[in-house]
């Protein structure tokens, strides 16, 4: 079935510890997004890409990198710079470079820095 | 810069009562997208209005998009526990293609 793979789950990491939260879509899509949820707070835009090898900042990019090397991948690495890393991370993608067509999203990954 | 407010964050009904949750930007919105997240989930698109005054229906839900295409609401008729979840509202960034602004979401409560 196409969709939206993050991996993992749920991580643990301590403090200045880099990591990397992996997303892969099947879905042929152009555009790919990373949220970050916090409770209370709703999606905030960290990166967003609308094609291979390019991307952008979203709201709150501070902290963190992304590559866009594949179609089919967009890894975001959380680093040390980051200072609440503690959140729920979702991963989306859409198929249209456009401003319109839904958003598929991941299961997500909930990190907890130790 | 572009913002979408939603209200109420929180909302708690009996199971059978009407819910409704309303989303407004700064700016006009060529559409307007809502989501369901349910607890311990990602969220799921429900729907996509695009005209001005547009109202589209799903079973219990209702969804409406403003006149001036600048709010949009989404309503429950008697509710159920199945409604459980955090419903969103997005809009594009206008001029930033690609972009979707989300609402903070509102979650809801349904008592049995």
């Known amino acids: 079935d196409g969709g939206i793979t993050q991996s993992p789950k749920y991580l643990f990491r301590k403090e200045g510890q880099n990591v990397t939260l992996s997303c892969e879509q099947n879905l042929n899509h152009d555009a790919m997004y990373w949220y970050r949820q916090d409770p209370g707070q709703g999606l905030r835009l960290i990166y967003y890409s609308q094609i291979v090898n390019d991307f952008q900042k979203g709201d709150i990019a501070e902290g963190y990198s992304v590559s866009r090397e594949k179609k089919e991948s967009f890894p975001l690495t959380v680093t040390s710079a980051q200072k609440n890393p503690t959140a729920f991370y979702l991963c989306?993608?859409?198929?249209?470079?456009?401003?319109?067509?839904?958003?598929?999203f991941g299961e997500g990954s909930r990190l907890t820095v130790l | 810069g572009q913002q979408v407010m939603q209200i109420p964050q929180y909302q708690h009904v009996q199971e059978g009562e009407d819910f409704t949750t309303y989303c407004n930007s700064s700016?006009?919105?060529?559409?307007i997208q809502w989501y369901k997240q349910r607890p311990g989930g990602h969220p799921v698109f429900l729907i996509q209005?695009?005209?001005?005054?547009e109202v589209k229906k799903q079973k219990r839900l209702t969804f409406q998009f403003g006149e001036a295409k600048k709010n949009s609401s989404l309503h429950i008729t008697a509710t159920q526990t199945t409604d459980v979840g955090t419903y969103f509202c997005?809009?594009?960034?206008?001029?930033?293609?690609?972009?979707?602004?989300f609402g903070r979401g509102t979650q809801l409560t349904v008592w049995p």
């Open positions: 989306a993608s859409r198929g249209q470079r456009v401003n319109t067509g839904e958003l598929f």
């Open positions: 700016t006009t919105l060529s559409n």
């Open positions: 209005l695009v005209k001005s005054g």
């Open positions: 997005a809009g594009p960034g206008g001029s930033t293609l690609g972009r979707l602004y």
